[in-house]
């Protein structure tokens, strides 16, 4: 099956420092990747939508100078925290869709990046 | 928004089935309906989606309301390793909105 690969696994990093998380796409291209956020106990929240070779569209109170996507290919995107503070502890999550942009097939996740700044 | 409502949380005992519920109003004809499940520090793993006719595959049922405005997920026969936070969601243009989701619990 269709299989996505997010990494690293987890990252500790300092307040200020920037952390970059790449999400590939193993078995398939993937024109759409999805990017959550979720913080403990709580559901996934959409950050930002990134399409292979053009400009992510942000969620709306998701700071787009602060979250750097990129999709340079049809099999990594990539999202960078830049300038990382404590807040932006939390557990990160990429998802492809396997279709050419038809919702009639499965969402493939990652198995998400474990973000703490310390 | 594309919002779904879900219980917080269910029980079942081992063996037996489990429907989970999942009311979407405000679907619109087009949007599929999709189900997910995610285990604690794992990425949502895919469950089963469909657009109007009930669905089965070899991991569970979808079965969908005649107006679509709910939809409900039947695991026949529930095991320890199916505990886990269950999403439905509906896609509408792009908009993949999750809403809290079901915490199955399953006691053996």
């Known amino acids: 099956g269709a299989v996505v690969s997010q990494h690293p696994s987890w990252v500790i990093c300092k307040s200020g420092t920037s952390v970059k998380i790449e999400c590939r796409s193993l078995?398939?291209?993937?024109?759409?990747m999805f990017w959550y956020r979720q913080f403990p106990k709580q559901s996934l929240m959409l950050m930002a939508t990134?399409?292979?070779?053009?400009?992510?569209?942000?969620e709306q109170g998701v700071e787009k100078d602060k979250f750097l996507i990129n999709h340079a290919s049809l099999t990594l995107s990539t999202l960078t925290v830049t300038s990382a503070h404590p807040e932006d502890s939390s557990f990160y999550i990429c998802?492809?869709?396997?279709?050419?942009?038809?919702?009639?097939?499965?969402?493939?996740f990652g198995n998400g990046t474990r973000l703490t700044v310390t | 928004d594309a919002k779904t409502t879900q219980p917080n949380s269910m029980e079942s005992n081992e063996e037996e089935p489990v429907h989970l519920p999942c009311n979407h109003s405000?679907?619109?004809?087009?949007?599929?309906i999709h189900w997910y499940r995610q285990l604690p520090s794992q990425g949502p793993e895919y469950v089963i989606h469909?657009?109007?006719s009930n669905v089965n595959n070899r991991m569970a049922s979808l079965a969908i309301a005649e107006d679509r405005k709910s939809s409900t997920l039947i695991l026949h026969r529930a095991t320890l390793r199916d505990a886990a936070v269950y999403y439905c969601?509906?896609?509408?243009?792009?908009?993949?909105?999750f809403g809290g989701g079901t915490r199955l619990m399953v006691k053996p």
């Open positions: 990134s399409n292979e070779g053009s400009k992510a569209t942000y």
């Open positions: 078995d398939f291209q993937a024109t759409t």
């Open positions: 469909g657009l109007t």
């Open positions: 998802s492809a869709m396997t279709g050419q942009g038809s919702y009639n097939s499965p969402l493939h």
């Open positions: 969601i509906h896609i509408t243009l792009g908009a993949l909105t």
């Open positions: 405000t679907i619109s004809g087009t949007d599929y």
